[in-house]
């Protein structure tokens, strides 16, 4: 996921009453480096806000986590590359770099992403451990939107917009468009029929 410096304001469409899936899915994850307790809550607590929105809910488990009997309809798997801290650098947006990718073979979206701290970081600039984790949330929201759907195309605005601003990605509420958190949505309604007719 390129970066561009174009902002562009998403609005949250939240369905009231709506129960979430009972634990379709498995989001295995892994850092190189470790990041702080705060880092990582704010990460996982607003990448679960962005997906409430489509009565998703995704279970977090550490690759290295003992296994479970959970039968889980999907599983993806995040690898948190560099340092996942907050940082002080800047960049040189003549120079920008990739924050993210979705391993792809043969055309085919597979359910393997990369997210690149170190690019976040910079990209971001000086910034504290809180809105660090909702930048790395919102850039791994976009992977899973493209492993859940398979498909490589993007929208035209909110978190599943080809290119974010910094202004997004540190915005006090970034989410899907109503287009994406209903593709979202209908994944979840049609896993649920699935499990309804065994």
């Known amino acids: 996921m390129k970066i561009a410096l174009t902002a562009l ?18 989001l295995y994850y ?14 996982t607590s607003e990448f679960d806000r962005i997906l409430d929105a489509s009565s998703l809910h995704v279970q977090w488990r550490h690759v290295g986590a003992p296994e479970t ?18 940082s002080f650098e800047t960049s040189d947006d003549s120079d920008l770099d990739v924050l993210a990718n979705v391993k792809v073979v043969d055309g085919d ?11 976040v970081r910079r990209f971001l600039g000086p910034t504290e451990n809180r809105a660090l984790g909702h930048a790395l949330a919102r850039v791994a929201a976009h992977e899973l939107y493209h492993m859940l759907t398979k498909s490589a195309c993007h929208a035209k605005s909110g978190v599943a917009r080809a ?4 202004q997004e990605l540190l915005a006090p509420t970034f989410c899907f468009g109503k287009s ?6 209908s994944w979840v309604e049609a896993d ?6 065994r």
């Open 30 to 43: 892994s850092f190189d480096e470790q990041p702080s307790a705060e880092v990582f809550a704010a990460m």
């Open 192 to 197: 649920r029929l699935t499990l309804a007719r």
């Open 9 to 26: 304001v998403a609005v949250c469409f939240t369905l009231p009453g709506v129960a979430r899936a009972e634990s379709p899915v498995a």
């Open 180 to 185: 994406e958190s209903d593709r979202i949505r």
């Open 69 to 86: 009997n959970t039968d889980f309809r999907e599983v993806f798997v995040l690898r948190f590359r560099g340092a996942c801290q907050s």
């Open 109 to 119: 979206i597979l359910p393997f992403a990369d997210v690149e701290c170190n690019h």
């Open 163 to 166: 290119q974010h601003s910094r």
